[in-house]
């Protein structure tokens, strides 16, 4: 998961659902409540932290520290020096993972494929959008955090991606750098509300409406292989902090200018498409 937020375009949510432990994650968070300081007065810290499901938030979130601090050189490398290999891999990986996601759906019906094409189009439109200008009103930001951290936790759409649509990535960025915590504290807290109100609303779904939800997610992953498709052509290039934003639309290989890597991209994209089902298997030993 903390490999897949390097990429962007590529959510770790994706990797949760394909990992199997997609709906434990959206429980744990959802298990995050004022009611647990209570737990833990009553009954101990060992009652608070079981209810908390703290084993398995700090084990995961711990392991997304270790990859992000451990890979983030790779991938920014790959990006830079072989970015058609680097997104065929990931490319295949999603793809399988439409696959993976649409055979947990129980009872295919005409409502179950009109909600997997709707998911579809609206990831395929969101990926498609050209990035904001920057902004620095606190309510906004707010509100850019609270759907950042959904996206995250999403399938299929990357938080960092959602920052820089809504043209408050430059404003977090120069936050951090100048220690800006007014604004650091205002996302921080459209972080929170964002992923515990989200965690509720997805747990709610799974109980009372998993086949509708899977579609919904399926259609997600599927509308977000737009984003990382390898080949593209750039339109045009914009600099956002200090990071370039490149305005591109995607184009067939063979109409690639330059060396459009045809082998190891097919080799690239066959891995990462093995690679689910390596960690479904695993995920189901388990």
């Known amino acids: 998961m903390g490999v897949a937020e390097l990429v962007p375009g590529v959510s770790g949510g994706t990797i949760a659902f394909v990992a199997g432990i997609y709906e434990e994650l959206i429980a744990s968070i959802n298990n995050v409540h004022p009611s647990l300081i209570g737990v833990w007065r009553k009954e101990g810290f060992k009652a608070f932290w079981q209810k ?20 983030s050189k790779l991938i920014s490398w790959l990006l830079e020096n072989e970015p058609i290999p680097l997104w065929s891999f990931f490319f295949g990986l999603v793809l399988a993972s439409v696959l993976f996601v649409a055979k947990a759906i129980q009872k295919w019906g005409a409502m179950t494929i009109f909600l997997l094409l709707c998911g579809a189009i609206v990831a ?33 759409i990357s938080g960092s991606f959602i920052l820089v649509l809504l043209g408050s990535y430059k404003t977090v960025l120069d936050a ?49 292989l737009n984003k990382i498709w ?10 956002i902090a200090n990071k370039t934003i490149v305005l591109d639309e995607n184009v067939s290989p063979f109409l690639f200018e330059g060396d459009n890597q045809i082998i190891p991209a097919a080799i690239a994209a066959l891995v990462g498409f093995s690679l689910i089902f390596i960690l479904e298997k695993t995920a189901s030993k388990k």
């Open 52 to 71: 908390l499901n703290g084993n398995f938030l700090v084990i995961l979130f711990l392991g997304m520290l270790v990859s992000i601090f451990s890979f």
């Open 124 to 156: 395929y439109f969101i990926t498609g959008l050209p990035p904001s200008q920057n902004t620095d009103s606190l309510p906004y930001l707010f509100f850019s955090g609270a759907l950042a951290v959904c996206a995250m936790i999403l399938p299929g």
């Open 176 to 224: 951090v750098d100048d220690k800006n915590f007014k604004i650091l504290i205002t996302v921080t807290l459209g972080v929170i509300f964002g992923l515990l109100s989200f965690a509720r609303l997805l747990k709610w779904m799974f109980d009372h409406y998993k086949n509708i939800t899977l579609a919904i997610l399926t259609g997600f992953i599927l509308g977000s």
């Open 230 to 239: 390898p080949w593209k052509k750039v339109l045009e290039t914009k600099q």
